[in-house]
């Protein structure tokens, strides 16, 4: 819907997921919309060089947030957000239901 303003289709989903959880680490992201974790990654890192999105650190993850400082922030955010409302019902499900307890071992996805 926005790729052509953001850059990319993977670009979207990176800031639809955030906007919809407020945060996230790369591998969540990847697994979510079954792309690759470098692509979801280069994204990532170029948003936080652009200072929409600050890490930090926990444990070995690096989780990815809103910056609030970023001066476009709420611009950015209020952007997404209708995005999310005009998504499909169908898309808005399968993307972005947040898996809440590990998978069983041996279970196949």
């Known amino acids: 819907m926005i790729e052509g303003i953001l850059g990319n289709?993977?670009?979207?989903?990176v800031l639809l997921y955030l906007q919809r959880f407020d945060e996230g680490h790369?591998?969540?992201i990847a697994d979510v919309f079954g792309v690759s974790l470098s692509m979801v990654q280069?994204?990532?890192e170029r948003f936080e060089r652009a200072?929409?999105?600050?890490?930090l650190k926990k444990g070995?993850?690096?989780l990815?947030?809103?910056?609030?400082r970023y001066a476009f922030r709420e611009e950015l955010r209020a952007l997404l957000q209708r995005t999310l409302e005009i998504l499909p019902e169908s898309d808005r499900r399968s993307?972005?239901?947040r898996?809440?307890?590990?998978?069983?071992t041996g279970k196949p996805r």
């Open 95 to 97: 993307y972005f239901t």
């Open 26 to 28: 790369a591998k969540e």
């Open 99 to 104: 898996r809440r307890r590990p998978r069983r």
């Open 51 to 55: 200072g929409a999105l600050v890490s």
């Open 60 to 62: 070995r993850t690096r």
């Open 64 to 68: 990815f947030t809103w910056n609030p």
């Open 9 to 13: 289709r993977t670009a979207e989903k």
């Open 42 to 44: 280069r994204q990532l």
